[in-house]
């Protein structure tokens, strides 16, 4: 639980928000989101869990969010879902909205790094390597233009892109889903991706 002299209480708008993403969640530990929230919003430093728990004042129970985060995790296409909702609900959006995709790609490394493989490099860099090992996230964005700081996109929804080959390498037992698509099908899908 939070340590007393930390206690907070979140703007009204705020709680509305958490309860909005947490409603996907199990009862039992719906209220551990908007919690999270709060310390993910004011960690400083590295961008760990860890620092996390510390900026939203959790130190006993602090082992428990990490079990909470495993239930997040198996919910994340429903809590990214409804984020998606209540951007596009809350935003003051233009009468026309430009949505973004890409397929970048992230280096990773390590022999416990599951779902990387070797892709194309699109920024050689001064190296000029073709090829970079890793995994590739394929997002959708909404385009916006902010007054003051000009042209920026707004990450809606992402889903890794996993080779064919590389599924076959991924043991069964840590139940990844095995996906059939190409890239650009991916892309297609996520608009329409659901848990």
Known sequence: MAKSECRWESPEQWS???AWLA???HAR???RLPVLLVGMLFASGRRTVTTWLRAAGVSDDYQDYYYF???VGRKSESIATQLAALVLRILPLPA???LVIDDSPTKRYGPKV???DVHHNPTPGPAD???LYGHVWVTISLALRHPQWGPLALPLRALLYVRQQTMAAIPRSRRWGRQKRSGLSLM???PNARS
């Open 129 to 131: 390597q073709p090829f």
């Open 114 to 116: 599951e779902g990387a």
């Open 69 to 71: 985060l495993t239930c």
């Open 188 to 190: 297609a899908a996520i």
């Open 96 to 98: 026309r909205l430009l």
């Open 23 to 25: 409603a996907g969640l």
């Open 16 to 18: 509305e928000w958490s």
């Open 29 to 31: 530990n719906r209220w």
